[in-house]
DNA sequence: TATTGTTATACTCTATAACTATA
DNA sequence: TATAGTTATAGAGTATAACAATA
């Protein structure tokens, strides 16, 4: 196979990411969560109750930002606020009843677009996909 | 090595695009192109002059959006408009001398912080990464 | 009638700044 | 003094709607 040239490479990759990228939007206005309250769901679920100063460091992102999606969470009825039972400045973020059905939806790849994408390509296909999740959460990381 | 659950490598795969989305945002605000605009200059510098309505096809952006992102690039100096020889309606946009110099400076992977990162994964890395790019681009435009 | 482009307006996501309450 | 959270405001990126000019 004829390589291509670096610089290329890194231009069709982030021509990739772009569209995806916008993809990703377009699903959102489609009355499907946005990814960072997909992320939010999918942390609370594997980690359980957390603050909103918590999930705001683990997303890399500001806690009033986190505090908005939170908000909107909650309005949905996706996730509820508890005091902590011995810190009285913070509020614990949880699951409601809804919210860990949406995440069970979301796991059969049905409601999601790109779970559903993802789960009909064949298996290298899929392997490099996630090979390259990890690199890339590294160059985020950076 | 253990497999893990599809729903697990999906649900990492998607926080590794979301860090990676705002971190490509962050480096917006640090006086770098802003993605779309990269995505621009890229495709008028390896197919010569197109319309905003051209473009925002290739981007699968709508005009308006093109539009903007056009003015921007524009009011940088970056792009210019010519009207069309032919066809009074459209206006072609195309590189500045500048523009032109910008791009160079990407292909350099020293003013483009992820073209940087990635040139500095080992080859087998790159290699996934790239394999990558090519999947999520046909997942962006199912 | 279809297409190119512009202008006006609005929405989502995230940021900064200023504040209160608790530790 | 530091941390958790809220509220107000702003900016980037994109969308929809309505319009003018040209084909």
Redesign the interface.
């Given at each position: 196979m004829s390589r291509?040239p670096?610089?290329t490479?890194?231009?069709?990759?982030?021509?990739?990411?772009?569209?995806?990228?916008?993809?990703?939007r377009a699903a959102t206005d489609n009355h499907e969560l946005s990814?960072?309250e997909?992320?939010v769901l999918?942390r609370l679920d594997?980690q359980g109750p957390l603050t909103t100063a918590e999930l705001a460091r683990i997303?890399?992102?500001k806690p009033q930002s986190m505090g908005a999606t939170v908000g909107a969470l909650e309005e949905a009825g996706l996730v509820q606020r508890t005091p902590h039972p011995t810190d009285g400045r913070q509020l614990l973020v949880s699951l409601t009843t809804k919210g860990a059905e949406m995440r069970r939806a979301?796991?059969d790849?049905k409601r999601?677009w790109?779970?559903n994408?993802?789960?009909q390509?064949d298996k290298q296909?899929?392997e490099?996909?996630?090979?390259?999740?990890?690199?890339?959460?590294r160059?985020?990381?950076?």
């Open positions: 291509k670096f610089e490479s890194v231009a069709e990759l982030t021509q990739s990411l772009g569209l995806l990228i916008r993809r990703v990814l960072t997909s992320m999918a594997q997303e890399s992102m979301f796991k790849a999601s790109i779970a994408a993802i789960s390509l296909e899929q490099t996909l996630f090979a390259a999740g990890e690199i890339l959460r160059l985020a990381e950076q």
